[in-house]
């Protein structure tokens, strides 16, 4: 039994962490986000799924700032996210963000790449940093490999670098944009199986992925996106098996049959 196949989770509880009211973006013509209202509680997991192009990584990258909103706002932790600046530097350290590419340096060391950000933004000691980077490592299945260089990584082994480097900065939340997309398919389960370990541990995710058998067992909640919008949400358990809009029944008989 994989672990993949765990009981699915009991919904989380707690008071709103990440919350997006009323947000509008567009790129020129495109309205790649239509009026979204999201609330995303402390120690909750939120999965969002839809087809490309629904607005997904979009939503994702708007709560760091690494894409601007023309309306509406968004809030971390109560404050709303500042616009540039030290404000922003700061709160982006508060938000640990996992790509579809690792984004690692290339020419630093796997536990240099973990070390750095604890070191020049939170100020961390190299000891301590060093420390606590070991054990994020160790945690991600990757402690062996402190000393090698990326390139010396498989993907799903960079993957796992990439989390424990976002873990070190001691983030509120974590968002994932598609963190699997990008590796072979016997890379996958390595990667998920680190997310699921955060789930179940009370890390606050947001989490922008096609692997449906991580929505059905990892999440709490199921968002459903299409055309810019959030058309349907839900448990899992309803989504999966009780969709209510045409838009997420007609999706989830593609994706289902594959």
């Known amino acids: ?53 629904s607005g997904k990584s979009t939503l994702c990258r708007t709560i760091n700032r690494l894409e601007t909103i023309d309306e509406g706002s968004i809030t971390l932790d109560g404050t709303a996210l500042p616009a540039e600046g030290k404000a922003l530097a700061n709160l982006r350290a508060e938000v640990g963000m996992v790509f579809q590419s690792f984004n690692l340096f290339a020419h630093k060391t796997i536990l240099e790449n973990v070390t750095l950000g604890p070191i020049k933004v939170r100020g961390l000691a190299k000891a301590e940093a060093e420390k606590k980077a070991r054990e994020l490592l160790d945690r991600v299945g990757v402690g062996h490999q402190a000393e090698k260089y990326p390139a010396q990584l498989s993907g799903g082994q960079q993957q796992r670098v990439a989390i424990a480097r976002a873990l070190a900065m001691e983030p509120k939340v974590m968002l994932f944009d598609e963190p699997t997309s990008a590796l072979d398919p016997e890379m996958i389960k390595e990667v998920l199986d680190v997310m ?22 990892a999440a709490d909640r199921v968002v459903f996106m299409a055309d810019g919008a959030i058309v349907e949400e839900n448990t899992p358990e309803e989504f999966f098996t009780r969709p209510t809009s045409d838009r997420a029944k007609d999706f989830l008989g593609k994706i289902l049959k594959h």
């Open 196 to 217: 699921v370990d955060l789930a179940k541990q009370g890390m606050t995710m947001i989490v922008v992925t096609h692997e449906m058998g991580f929505a059905r067992t």
């Open 1 to 53: 039994m994989t672990s993949l196949e765990q009981e699915p989770r009991t919904s989380a509880r707690g008071e709103p962490l990440v919350v997006l009211a009323g947000v509008q973006k567009h790129y020129g013509q495109l309205h790649a986000l239509k009026d979204i209202d999201l609330s995303v509680a402390r120690g909750e997991v939120v999965v969002v799924i839809g087809p490309s192009g």
